[in-house]
């Protein structure tokens, strides 16, 4: 790990802390002493190439995967070994890999079952309709099953399903595969928005240049172990990160 | 040319086959129209018919515009149908020379006399090759003619044969409504000889005829203006409409004879069992296939609770035995359910019918026959009388039945649209991700066993009155696979499809009975046929039509949004 330079955002505790996380499956190790902070309101975004461990890092943060070893801290509580509805009920959500929205739902639906474990029906229908502001292209299609929606409207609705569920912090899985670059442009120009009204972003990419333009710093993940680490702006001038991943993707 | 020389040889194959096996000698006594028509050759008729109707079929790849069939269908039916009818006939000849009898005993001298039409084997060929071709030339021509005379005529045609088929059902109750209307209950008009009379078949033909051109030419125009309407006046018309259902479900029993409202009582209990299951597998999408254990544990509390001559030696009233019967089932449902909480799909299915042989093994085991009455089962269930009704009295019992079915249903439908019927679809469709949103899936998995467990905890009471017994043997498999296959049949997650599954599963064998041995191979037919023109049952719930149809509604979905006026492209 190379030494970090401090970031503005990164006062006081961290919201989201993984110490020395070792996470299995079975005998496979997927991630080995992994080490991650992320501070209230920032973008932290984790790089990597395929297998390196990313989509295993955010399920062993919300319980899917049980890390065998490390700890695991949400605003200083220790979440680890916790069941996911729990971790989930504290304000963490995630945009899955690949959408993963129920396709023979309505998009309402999917909205609303985002809102799964909130009770307060008058903050539900008004969330629904900020979610439906953020994203007018889903308002159209609301009574449409979401298997028929198009890839770019997919991926919308899955960040406004995780919005709905009023997130603090915000899990997202490559949020830009398999999109037109156009759409790339706005989905990350949408996750900076909903980030500048204060949720934290933890976010997932292989598409390290344009992530790294809206994140605040970055991890870079290779083979289960976190091999760098630092401000994105000081990762995208990076001669290392320049060969390993920039010069691919631009 | 190849399509119509392959369809034209399985059909071959079909008519030797009902003769072969006896069907055809069998059901030359059961009359379709009187002195015309016979139900074995109408079975000939049929297949012709069906063979020159399938190769004329306009055939195109998916995207492509269906090409019209043009006059040479009428050739390739003609060719089908003649091959089939040229083995028919070759057959015909091959067993009048030689003896077939010793190895197919249905093969009789009379069958093939008949089969060859009074004249000699030599011109069977000749009659049937010849009928055949015509015949299968007209069902090709039935492709020719426009969709509008297309559809009325066949279903005309479908609906003469069924109520002929059953006559001895409708013949029995016809007179009585007659008769309830004042007027001569005499039926001759429509039945004579144990079929359609001559005027009857005409009857019915014409006005089915008349009645579907009519739904078909003016039936959209109704369709748009119902969907015009408003949500509000939508939910009167269909509260309506289940009302007078219900009425009429209620009115049955006074005209039908005891036979048939027994019938209708089993079908209302399947029903019950179906609703329940229907929970577990359709909403929740839990595979169970021991769901039969729930029946076994309502039927025996009940028993326990209220036999005299159970075990127990002291009896509850009927009010107490009702909460503490669903009580035990829904404990005793997530007793189960909480095992198999981690199984998914197959692996699910395999334990839980594991679970349902093992309430049967229970109940007849040494260790539980002290208090179960192991294989003599429980005799004496004395049945309630509520609010001075006795329940002894079948019809009585029907209408109990008939009102919680239709509570069932109401809570069921309740259910699908509350917020568990949504958190459950949710499940069904990615329980991983369900839970990364926070969808508690024990919770709701507990849930569902639990429901369906009361519900099926519900049909067995009512079995164990209906009976006034109890026996171990009535808990086997075949109802779990019954209850399964009617949901199956009738459109998985679907109310009215489980209703009318339980109808067709349960109803159809009963009337068949005069078929005789034949009638589970017709079932059989009848049950392969609908799966394979709907595999997603007769009545699906929306849901599950996406699956299966996902193309076809996509269109209707684009419309749907264009109704709404927001039909602007996609872009992606
Ligand atoms: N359920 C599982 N069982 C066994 N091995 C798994 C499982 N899930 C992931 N792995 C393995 O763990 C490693 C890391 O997988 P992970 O999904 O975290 O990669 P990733 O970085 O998200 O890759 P991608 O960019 O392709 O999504 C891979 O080698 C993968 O094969
Ligand atoms: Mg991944």
């Known amino acids: 790990m190379s030494g970090s330079e401090q970031t503005p955002k990164q006062t006081g505790e961290p919201i989201l802390k993984l110490v020395g996380v070792d996470s299995y499956y079975g005998p496979i190790r997927a991630l080995e002493d992994v080490n991650i902070e992320v501070y209230q309101g920032e973008i932290v975004c984790l790089l990597g190439s395929n297998a390196a461990g990313k989509t295993t890092t955010l399920k062993t943060i919300l319980g899917m995967v049980k890390p065998r070893s490390g700890e695991i801290y949400l605003r200083g509580n220790r979440i680890d070994g916790k069941k996911t509805t729990e971790i989930v009920a504290q304000k963490v959500t995630m945009v899955p890999e690949n959408r993963r929205l129920f396709t023979r739902m309505t998009t309402r639906e999917n909205l609303e079952i985002g809102a799964e474990l909130r009770d307060d029906k008058d903050g539900i229908e008004k969330d629904l309709q900020k979610v439906l502001e953020i994203f007018p292209r889903l308002e159209e299609r609301i009574n449409q099953r979401a298997g028929t929606l198009s890839g770019g409207e997919q991926q919308m609705l899955a960040m406004g399903r995780a919005l709905m569920a009023r997130p603090e912090v915000l899990l997202m899985d490559e949020p830009s595969m398999g999109l037109a670059p156009i759409l790339v442009e706005q989905v990350f120009k949408t996750i900076k928005e909903i980030n500048d009204q204060g949720t934290t972003v933890f976010l997932v990419e292989q598409n390290a240049h344009m992530a790294l333009e809206i994140a605040d710093r970055a991890y870079v993940l290779q083979t289960g172990n976190i091999v760098l680490s630092d401000s994105a702006e000081k990762l995208l001038n990076d001669p290392k990160m320049q060969e390993a991943y920039l010069g691919e993707v631009t | ?572």
């Open chain 2, 1 to 572: 040319m190849k399509l119509a020389t392959k369809i034209g040889l399985i059909a071959g194959v079909v008519s030797i086959y009902f003769p072969v096996v006896g069907i055809t000698e069998r059901f030359d006594d059961r009359t379709i129209i009187d002195g015309v028509l016979t139900l074995g050759s109408t079975i000939f008729l049929v297949i012709a018919l069906a063979a020159g109707y399938v190769v004329a079929k306009p055939r195109h790849l998916p995207g492509e515009e269906p090409e019209p069939p043009g006059p040479s269908a009428l050739l390739y039916g003609a060719v089908a149908s003649g091959i089939a009818g040229v083995m028919a006939g070759l057959f015909v000849l091959l067993a009048d020379s030689v003896d077939l009898r010793t190895v197919l005993i249905s093969v009789t001298g009379t069958l093939i006399e008949r089969l060859s039409f009074g004249g000699s084997a030599g011109s069977a060929v000749v009659i049937m090759a010849v009928g055949g071709a015509a015949l299968g030339a007209l069902g090709a021509g039935l492709q020719l003619i426009s969709q509008s005379i297309r559809r009325p005529l066949v279903i005309a045609l479908g609906a003469a044969l069924l109520i002929s088929l059953t006559e001895p059902l409708l013949n029995a109750v016809i007179p009585e409504v007659l008769s309830k209307l004042g007027l001569k209950d005499d039926t001759s008009w429509l039945y004579t000889g144990g079929g359609l009379s001559v005027t009857g078949a005409i009857l019915v033909l014409v006005l089915t005829f008349v009645g579907v051109f009519a739904w078909t030419s003016r039936g959209e125009r109704v369709r748009q203006a119902y969907a015009g309407r408003s949500n509000r006046d939508r939910r009167l018309i269909k509260g309506g409409a289940l009302l007078l259902l219900a009425l009429f479900m209620a009115y049955l029993p006074q005209i039908l004879t005891s036979f048939l409202s027994e019938i209708l009582g089993t079908v209302g209990l399947y029903i019950l069992l179906g609703l329940g299951l229907n929970i577990v597998v359709g909403y929740a999408g839990l595979l169970d296939l021991g769901y039969v254990a729930f029946l076994a544990v309502g039927s025996y509390s009940t028993a326990l609770f209220v036999s005299e001559r159970s075990s127990l030696g002291w009896t509850l009233p009927y009010w107490q035995v009702v909460p503490l019967t669903i009580v035990i089932a829904t404990v005793i449902g997530i007793m189960i359910g909480g095992p198999v909480l981690r199984l998914r799909g197959d692996y699910l299915a395999i334990v839980t019918l594991g679970f349902g042989e093992i309430a049967r093994v229970i109940v007849q085991s040494d260790w539980a026959s002290p208090t179960l009455g192991g294989a003599q089962g429980i005799l004496g269930v004395t049945a309630p009388e509520v609010f001075g009704v006795d329940l002894r009295e079948p019809r009585n019992l029907y209408y109990v039945i008939l009102i919680s079915v239709i509570l069932v249903a109401f809570i069921s439908w309740r259910l699908s649209r509350s917020r568990v019927g949504r958190a459950w679809n949710a499940m069904r469709e990615d329980e991983q991700v369900a839970e990364a949103m926070g969808v508690s899936i024990i919770g709701y998995k507990l849930l569902a066993f639990g429901t369906g467990a009361a519900l099926g905890s519900l049909s067995g009471m009512f079995f164990a009155i209906k009976l006034g017994s109890v026996f171990p043997s009535s808990f086997n498999l075949l109802v779990s696979i019954n209850v399964l296959a009617l949901i199956i049949l009738g459109g998985m997650g679907s109310i009215p499809g489980v209703i009318v599954g339980a109808f067709v599963l349960v109803g159809l064998p009963e009337l068949l009975r005069e078929f005789g041995e034949f009638r589970l191979l017709i079932f059989g037919i009848v049950l392969v046929s609908l799966m394979l023109l709907k595999p997603e049952g007769l009545i699906p719930s929306r849901r599950r039509k996406m699956e299966l149809h996902a193309d076809e509604l996509e269109e209707e979905q684009y419309d749907d949004s264009a109704g709404q006026g927001g039909a602007e492209p996609v872009v992606t």
